[in-house]
């Protein structure tokens, strides 16, 4: 099983609301990555999580706050949201963070394309 | 910023013709990794290239990697209509907090 599963795949929600993204692995993978994308660009990192730590926060806003409940899961909590936020969420596991190793190679969910009105 | 630059940020080619990206990068790397991402959809790996290598295959992809360059290219043979998405490389940095870093993308079209 290769697959990272993100919920949900659409969602919509206005700039007072709070909602949470989801993203589940079970291929045993120890680091887990948040990105952000925009139409027409890169994947821009947000965080990273190493064996359920947090290693990497690029600089986000406190309207965005991770968390890995266990080895398996990620979530984003999203609140009062800006409508330049809107855009597609891509979660991805990696054997290890491992800079190297070749086990880095990431492997993406489909992402949850978010619109903030 | 370390992002690397890809060139051709687009590319159309008909069905059956080969394609070819480039991708330029600013660091030392431990590996480059080449991604393939459907219209909206995630990112899926295609090939990693060691620092130590020059050359590598998979299938209809063949990888080169200049380290005196710092550049590296990916070419699909033979290129079909399920070929078309967007293509990025990624450096793996030999220094640094060990994040992989996307390059600007190759938005790649076939034609039937």
């Known amino acids: 099983d290769t697959e990272v599963t993100q919920t949900p795949k659409h969602l919509v929600m206005g700039m007072t609301n709070k909602k949470s993204l989801k993203c589940e692995q079970h291929?045993?993978?120890?680091?887990m990555y948040w990105y952000k994308q925009k139409a027409k660009k890169p994947p821009e990192l947000m965080f990273v999580?190493?064996?359920?730590?947090?290693?990497i926060n690029e600089s986000v806003p406190s309207r965005f706050s991770p968390e890995c409940p266990n080895s398996s899961l990620l979530n984003l909590h999203l609140h009062a949201l800006q409508p330049e936020d809107s855009a597609l969420y891509l979660c991805?596991?990696?054997?290890?963070?491992?800079?190297?190793?070749?086990?880095?190679?990431?492997?993406f969910g489909a992402g949850t394309r978010l619109s903030v009105l | 910023s370390q992002q690397g630059e890809e060139d051709p940020q687009a590319l159309s080619i008909q069905e059956g013709e080969n394609a070819t990206m480039n991708c330029s990068y600013k660091?030392?790397?431990?590996?480059l990794q080449w991604y393939r991402q459907n219209s909206g959809r995630g990112l899926v790996h295609l090939i990693l290239?060691?620092?130590?290598?020059r050359e590598k295959h998979s299938g209809r992809l063949r990888v080169t990697l200049d380290t005196s360059k710092k550049s590296s290219s990916l070419l699909i043979t033979a290129s079909r209509a399920a070929d078309t998405a967007s293509y990025f490389c990624?450096?793996?940095?030999?220094?640094?907090?060990?994040?992989?870093?996307f390059g600007t993308g190759t938005r790649l079209t076939i034609i039937p």
């Open positions: 991805a596991s990696s054997q290890e963070r491992g800079a190297g190793t070749g086990k880095n190679i990431q492997y």
């Open positions: 291929m045993g993978h120890r680091a």
């Open positions: 999580y190493s064996y359920e730590k947090l290693s």
């Open positions: 660091t030392s790397i431990n590996n």
């Open positions: 290239i060691r620092s130590n290598e």
């Open positions: 990624a450096t793996d940095p030999n220094f640094g907090n060990e994040k992989l870093t």
